[in-house]
């Protein structure tokens, strides 16, 4: 075995190391993105409102409400506004 042979067997080794590397390097990379992409469409833990039709979450006011309320007209007799309140609380207005 000549010094000639030795060179080449470690220039073939020094090639397959980086090989090895670079392949280990790409693997680690894909698993990290996965985990990341994984991670990043997790849920946060937020509780998700309890009617999602709300524009304001918890005061109860739904876009049916705010039609309820803009329907109002201040001249309407005793008995209209009679139903117009019996409408507000069945919605939880």
Partial sequence: MT????????DKWSQAVSKITKAVAAAVIAIGTAVGGVVMLWPGGEEAPADPSSIVYGVGYSPQCSQLMDSIDHNW????WAVWE????DMGC
Avoid: F, G, N, P
């Fill in 86 to 89: 019996r409408l507000r609380r």
């Fill in 3 to 10: 010094i000639e042979d030795v060179a080449e067997k470690a």
């Fill in 77 to 80: 007799t005793e008995s209209q």
